[in-house]
Structures are given as structure tokens and as C-alpha cells.
């Protein structure tokens, strides 16, 4: 690149860097982020091609909502973009204030606490409420961000199989463990789209004395009568110790949360770092949270679309004999096809009928498991989702045929 500084890395680091990008190169695992332009209804453009948009966790739809951005563009012309410092410095202002108070209602918790994303989260609260004495059960499917935040909390960590409760409850019994247990889980699995079975989970709990951690990611404004997620359809809200969400899925702007009792928010407020170090969100986004919680609440029709749709692609793609997981439920729908570029290709087969899904590959999901991930938001319509299944089943025909000659 023209004027570009020659960065003075060392040679040797560098050849190896570029040793191991050919290596996932070869592997086909080499990743590139593409520019993408949205716009409203769903659609986007990439490349220069208008696509439906089938990758974004704008599951409600309420990203490009003229409510939302209106909320947002009063609180910018009042406050400014930045927030100029971390919540504890100067830089938690009326609209974080709100934001958190509308959350702690939203969820019916004691109190809730906003962090930069859901990723900062999920590490700041792990790391500041588990210590390293202490013995963590962690399913294998969990979000890396999860994992982080456990590897740092240096406490000792026990994985148990995503489909064997039964090793859970084993290892909970087996009395070999120091400190304090936690179990920690998503509520709905980001790659496969499945439920954590949270009832068992925290009859497991009760049993052994754990506490439970969950991550309601996927779930928040989806899951449950009123969109608090799955511990609100499992009736197990008043059984989980810490609940943690994002703001940037469902509610469509930025940021995570943590809901739960005044002590333990009081604590991250003081001690988790991805808090106390980090710059507080932008009070604009934090207003146009606020809005999107109230939409969420008002227009319960947008959840109820949202699994209309989803059922419709599901029974549409079976239809078609095409192996979607079997657990998947809500607006998660995995299509496994095995190799990385399998997955990649049909990506591509069905970008090229105008829809933009997502091509999976490890390390997000395990060998042999590579997928198309589809999810569907409340932005379209029948016609769209019948068009989708086609589009995919021609995509992996294609495929196969391929494949064969
Ligand atoms: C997306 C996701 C996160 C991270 O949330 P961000 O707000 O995007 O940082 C955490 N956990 C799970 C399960 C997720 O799917």
C-alpha cells in the first residue's frame, strides 16, 4: 500500500505468520471479513449485490426500526458520540442509568449492569465471581467468550459433553472437586440453535450445591411469554444466579448486561474489569436500547412471527430432505454438511440466488461439522422463506452433483 510503514517485526515471527496463514489457507479455513451495507427490510448489500440478509442476529428486526434510530439520533444531538470515559471515571450518563434500571424491570431483577459488549461480559463477571479455588462445569458448546472468561478466573475447569447430562451430574456427585461449584451454560447454542435443558441443569444444581451462570445471547427478547429468554419459558429464573445478555442480537443495538441481585451487581460494578477499564458504551446507543426494550415488551407480534418463520423454513428444508439439526428451535437453523468447503461453496450457491447466509467452519464449530448457519428474522415473509428453501436445496444439489463428476 502506497505510503504504508514497513511494521518491524520480527523476521522470524513474521515468516511464521505467514506459514500458518497458508496453512488455513490449505485447510480451507483462511477468513476474510467482507464489507456489508444494510439497509431496512432485511436487505443488505454485498459486493455490490442487493442479498436478504439470512446471517444476522437482528432476529426482531428492530436494528433499522425508525423508533430506534430516532432515540438514538435525540440522545447523539444531546449528548455526543462518545462516552468520553469508563462508568466509575465520568462516563456512565442519565441514559446508562435508565438503560440499566429499564433492564433490571425488563428482566424483574433487584439491579443490572451494562458492559461494552456481550463478549466483555461474559469475561468481566466470570473472572470477577469465580475464583481460582473453585471448580467451573462448562458445556462443550459454550461461547468462547464463556471459555475466556473461565481461563482467566483460573479456576478449574470440567467440560461435559453438550448432549450428557448424565457425565454433568456424575462429575457434580463425584466429591472430587475444591471450592465452590458453578455451572456454566449458554441458554440457547449460538452454531446448533438448541436449548439448554435448564431445569435438569438446576435440579443438578440444587442437588450439589452449584450455582448457576447462563447466558441468555441468542435467547433475550426471543425466548419465554415476554422475551426475557429461556430462563423465563423454563420458569427457572428465580433458580439461576446470574443471568447475562447482549443488547446486540435481538434488541438490535450494542453492548451486554448482566441482571441480578443489588450485591452482586454492586460487586461487578467494582471488580469486573471489562467494566471498570474499559470506555462505557455511547449514551445514544444506551437510548436506543431503552426504546428497543419498550418495542419488545409492545409488539410481543414480532416473536411470534419470528417462530412462525422459523418452524415454516424448517419443515420447508425437511421437505426437501435436507438434514436440519434435529434440536434446533427458534431462529437458529443449522444445515450440517461437514466439510469447510462444502460450506463455503454453498454459501456461496445461495449468495449467488440473492441470500445471504452464513458458511460455518472450526474453530467455531467441531471437525466434520462444517455448516450453513440460517437465521431468520422478523423482517420477512412466507414468500421469502419459501424462496430461501429452494434456493438452499438447489445450492446443495449443486453440490452434490459436483461432487459426483
Ligand atoms: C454473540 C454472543 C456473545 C457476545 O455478545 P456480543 O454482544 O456480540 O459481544 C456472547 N455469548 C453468546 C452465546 C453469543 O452468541
Same mark, same amino acid.
Given at each position: 500500500?502506497?505510503?504504508?510503514? %514497513?511494521?518491524?517485526?520480527?523476521?522470524?515471527?513474521?515468516?511464521?505468520?505467514?506459514?500458518?496463514?497458508?496453512?488455513?489457507?490449505?485447510?480451507?479455513?483462511?477468513?476474510?471479513?467482507?464489507?456489508?451495507?444494510?439497509?431496512?427490510?432485511?436487505?443488505?448489500?454485498?459486493?455490490?449485490?442487493?442479498?436478504?440478509?439470512?446471517?444476522?442476529? +437482528?432476529?426482531?428486526?428492530?436494528?433499522?426500526?425508525?423508533?430506534?434510530?430516532?432515540?438514538?439520533?435525540?440522545?447523539?444531538?444531546?449528548?455526543?458520540?462518545?462516552?468520553? =470515559?469508563?462508568?466509575?471515571?465520568?462516563?456512565?450518563?442519565?441514559?446508562?442509568?435508565?438503560?440499566?434500571?429499564?433492564?433490571?424491570?425488563?428482566?424483574?431483577?433487584?439491579?443490572?449492569?451494562?458492559?461494552?459488549?456481550?463478549?466483555?461480559?461474559?469475561?468481566?463477571?466470570?473472572?470477577?465471581?469465580?475464583?481460582?479455588?473453585?471448580?467451573?462445569?462448562?458445556?462443550?458448546?459454550?461461547?468462547?467468550?464463556?471459555?475466556?472468561?473461565?481461563?482467566?478466573?483460573?479456576?478449574?475447569?470440567?467440560?461435559?459433553?453438550?448432549?450428557?447430562?448424565? %457425565?454433568?451430574?456424575?462429575?457434580?456427585?463425584?466429591?472430587?472437586?475444591?471450592?465452590?461449584?458453578?455451572?456454566?451454560?449458554?441458554?440457547?447454542?449460538?452454531?446448533?440453535?438448541?436449548?439448554?435443558?435448564?431445569?435438569?441443569?438446576?435440579?443438578? =444444581?440444587?442437588?450439589?450445591?452449584? +450455582?448457576?451462570?447462563?447466558?441468555?445471547?441468542?435467547?433475550?427478547?426471543?425466548?419465554?411469554?415476554?422475551?426475557?429468554?429461556?430462563?423465563?419459558?423454563?420458569?427457572?429464573?428465580?433458580?439461576?444466579?446470574?443471568?447475562?445478555?447482549?443488547?446486540?442480537?435481538?434488541?438490535?443495538?450494542?453492548?451486554?448486561?448482566?441482571?441480578?441481585?443489588?450485591?452482586?451487581? =454492586?460487586?461487578?460494578?467494582?471488580?469486573?474489569?471489562?467494566?471498570?477499564?474499559?470506555?462505557?458504551?455511547?449514551?445514544?446507543?444506551?437510548?436506543?436500547?431503552?426504546?428497543?426494550?419498550?418495542?419488545?415488551?409492545?409488539?410481543?407480534?414480532?416473536?411470534?412471527?419470528?417462530?412462525?418463520?422459523?418452524?415454516?423454513?424448517?419443515?420447508?428444508?425437511?421437505?426437501?430432505?435436507?438434514?436440519?439439526?434435529?434440536?434446533?428451535?427458534?431462529?437458529?437453523?443449522?444445515?450440517?454438511?461437514?466439510?469447510?468447503?462444502?460450506?463455503?461453496?454453498?454459501?456461496?450457491?445461495?449468495?449467488?440466488?440473492?441470500?445471504?447466509?452464513?458458511?460455518?467452519?472450526?474453530?467455531?464449530?467441531?471437525?466434520?461439522?462444517?455448516?450453513?448457519?440460517?437465521?431468520?428474522?422478523?423482517?420477512?415473509?412466507?414468500?421469502?422463506?419459501?424462496?430461501?428453501?429452494?434456493?438452499?436445496?438447489?445450492?446443495?444439489?449443486?453440490?452434490?452433483?459436483?461432487?459426483?463428476?
Amino acid at each position: 500500500m502506497r505510503g504504508c510503514v %514497513t511494521a518491524s517485526i520480527d523476521w522470524r515471527v513474521s515468516m511464521q505468520l505467514s506459514q500458518r496463514l497458508d496453512d488455513l489457507r490449505e485447510s480451507g479455513l483462511l477468513r476474510q471479513a467482507r464489507t456489508m451495507r444494510p439497509s431496512a427490510n432485511g436487505w443488505c448489500e454485498v459486493d455490490g449485490q442487493l442479498l436478504r440478509n439470512f446471517a444476522s442476529n +437482528d432476529y426482531l428486526d428492530l436494528a433499522h426500526d425508525e423508533r430506534v434510530i430516532a432515540a438514538a439520533r435525540e440522545a447523539l444531538d444531546e449528548y455526543g458520540v462518545g462516552a468520553r =470515559a469508563s462508568a466509575l471515571v465520568c462516563g456512565r450518563s442519565e441514559w446508562h442509568a435508565r438503560l440499566e434500571r429499564r433492564l433490571a424491570e425488563f428482566e424483574g431483577t433487584q439491579d443490572a449492569i451494562l458492559f461494552p459488549t456481550g463478549y466483555a461480559a461474559n469475561v468481566g463477571t466470570l473472572s470477577a465471581l469465580i475464583e481460582p479455588s473453585d471448580t467451573v462445569f462448562c458445556d462443550r458448546f459454550n461461547h468462547a467468550s464463556l471459555i475466556d472468561g473461565m481461563r482467566l478466573s483460573r479456576a478449574r475447569l470440567r467440560v461435559y459433553r453438550h448432549d450428557r447430562l448424565d %457425565t454433568l451430574r456424575r462429575e457434580l456427585m463425584a466429591g472430587k472437586t475444591t471450592g465452590h461449584k458453578w455451572i456454566v451454560t449458554d441458554t440457547v447454542f449460538s452454531m446448533d440453535g438448541d436449548l439448554a435443558p435448564l431445569t435438569e441443569i438446576c435440579d443438578l =444444581a440444587d442437588q450439589s450445591g452449584a +450455582d448457576v451462570i447462563v447466558d441468555e445471547a441468542h435467547a433475550t427478547g426471543v425466548f419465554g411469554p415476554s422475551g426475557r429468554g429461556v430462563c423465563e419459558l423454563t420458569s427457572t429464573e428465580d433458580r439461576v444466579a446470574v443471568r447475562i445478555g447482549t443488547l446486540s442480537k435481538a434488541v438490535g443495538t450494542q453492548g451486554g448486561f448482566v441482571a441480578g441481585s443489588s450485591e452482586l451487581i =454492586a460487586w461487578l460494578r467494582n471488580s469486573a474489569r471489562t467494566q471498570v477499564y474499559s470506555t462505557a458504551l455511547p449514551p445514544a446507543i444506551c437510548a436506543a436500547a431503552v426504546r428497543s426494550l419498550e418495542l419488545i415488551q409492545s409488539e410481543p407480534e414480532r416473536r411470534t412471527r419470528l417462530f412462525q418463520l422459523s418452524d415454516l423454513l424448517r419443515a420447508e428444508l425437511r421437505r426437501f430432505d435436507l438434514n436440519v439439526l434435529e434440536q434446533s428451535h427458534g431462529p437458529v437453523i443449522p444445515l450440517v454438511l461437514g466439510d469447510p468447503d462444502e460450506a463455503v461453496q454453498a454459501a456461496r450457491l445461495v449468495e449467488q440466488q440473492r441470500f445471504l447466509v452464513a458458511g460455518i467452519r472450526p474453530p467455531t464449530v467441531p471437525q466434520g461439522t462444517s455448516r450453513l448457519r440460517i437465521s431468520v428474522t422478523a423482517a420477512f415473509n412466507e414468500q421469502d422463506i419459501r424462496a430461501l428453501a429452494v434456493a438452499i436445496t438447489r445450492a446443495v444439489s449443486e453440490l452434490t452433483m459436483q461432487e459426483k463428476t
